[in-house]
């Protein structure tokens, strides 16, 4: 049975203090155990750990997404798409033509672990093939440098992180500020990035894979535009964390940036 983490809406929870509390004075850093097996069909992975907080950030088209979905699917962790949320907002404002400042107060978000991965549901509504298109893309790049906006779903991931370790899950979150804002204490970070190129050349074969038609170069134009913004935003800047551990994707397989996060973690890979 797929389990939904139901997140909360502005202005109707007073719980955001007791979520910062939680993690200030409960989750401390955990040691980690874990040992690798291989048989002639795949990879078994045995687990010995208490819950742990792994962040994963990286500009768009890095592999962030999938690497993380696939390292918690790995530990048996719950995922956090918070780029997803953005896009929910984004799809809200689209679909309304209302300017997200505005509108925060009406909108529901949730989060359903499936077998499949994560679906999204806004407003009670399941919105997970809908927010994955370019003009989504592009909004919640706008969307996610409102303050107001950042502020809600910072507090709605920690209090998602809070509820699944509070349940002796770990916790695997991706996004841009998870090392820096979100969980600036988390117990691994890595932070992925790509040649340009490379990442517009992924989301080219993405959207193919979808159907849709798209130009490596007018993608390029917009992922170096979409650096530039989610760097220089004011408000939580797309930024390493000193901490953080890079890893280039640029060259990797799929599979090798999964190990090495799985390495780190494992005590296997410095």
Not at 26 to 47: L, M, N, W, Y
Not at 110 to 129: I, R, Y
């Amino acid at each position: 049975m797929a389990a939904r983490y139901c997140l909360l809406t502005n202005g109707r929870s007073n719980s955001h203090n007791s979520v910062k509390s939680y993690f200030d004075e409960v989750a401390k850093p955990a040691t980690f155990a874990q040992q690798f097996c291989t048989s002639s069909h795949d990879e078994c992975i045995r687990r010995s750990f208490i819950t742990l907080i792994i962040a994963i950030d990286g500009p768009a088209g890095s592999g962030k997404s999938s690497t993380a979905r696939t390292v918690a699917s790995r530990l048996n962790a719950l995922y956090i798409d918070t780029g997803a949320m953005y896009r929910a907002v984004a799809l809200y404002c689209l679909d309304n033509n209302v300017s997200a400042e505005t509108v925060v107060s009406e909108i529901t978000l949730g989060l359903e672990q499936s077998a499949d991965g994560v679906n999204v549901f806004l407003n009670g509504k399941n919105v997970s093939a809908r927010i994955r298109s370019q003009e989504v893309s592009d909004m919640s790049s706008q969307v996610s440098q409102i303050a107001s906006v950042r502020d809600l779903m910072v507090n709605q991931q920690r209090a998602l992180a809070a509820k699944a370790t509070s349940e002796g899950r770990t916790v695997v979150m991706e996004g841009r500020d998870i090392g820096t804002v979100v969980f600036p204490s988390a117990d691994y970070k890595f932070f992925l990035v790509a040649d340009p190129r490379v990442r517009a050349e992924r989301r080219v074969a993405q959207l193919k894979e979808k159907g849709e038609d798209a130009e490596v170069s007018t993608l390029l134009s917009e992922i170096i535009e979409r650096d530039k913004r989610d760097e220089g935003r004011e408000h939580s800047p797309l930024r390493k964390a000193s901490d953080a551990i890079e890893i280039d994707t640029s060259g990797l397989l799929f599979e090798d940036q999964v190990d090495k996060i799985l390495g780190v973690i494992s005590g296997n890979e410095g």
